[in-house]
């Protein structure tokens, strides 16, 4: 069966944003994160409709995602980068991608 494979952003960018973004309210009564409200900048597809969000970081910047590379695997595999407004970029190496294929 073919089906649509996200990989989302790269571990680097995953571990930038734990650290650097914004980080959602908690409801004062059960001590939960509310859901958060990011802004989409963008849109890609597959067999489906995906967004692409831009994160507020605490330092008052935002960083952007965008799909870096699209791969075929039993169906479209889609990896995702990072972009930091005057910042670093976050992508998947070319042996991050290669690991992934080959788990697959």
């Not at 995953?14 to 650097?20: G, H, I, K, R, S």
């Not at 802004?39 to 330092?59: C, M, P």
Request: proline letters at 8%.
């Amino acid at each position: 069966m073919r089906c649509d494979q996200p990989q989302g952003l790269p571990p680097a960018a995953n571990a930038f944003l734990a650290e650097f973004e914004i980080q959602p309210i908690c409801c004062e009564a059960c001590k939960r994160p509310l859901p958060r409200q990011l802004e989409v900048v963008g849109e890609y597809a597959g067999f489906n409709e995906y967004s692409l969000h831009r994160h507020q970081l605490k330092d008052g910047r935002t960083a952007d995602e965008f799909l870096q590379a699209v791969r075929w695997s039993s169906g479209p595999m889609f990896f995702l980068g990072l972009g930091v407004l005057d910042g670093p970029k976050f992508i998947w190496s070319e042996k991050e991608i290669e690991q992934v294929e080959e788990a697959e």
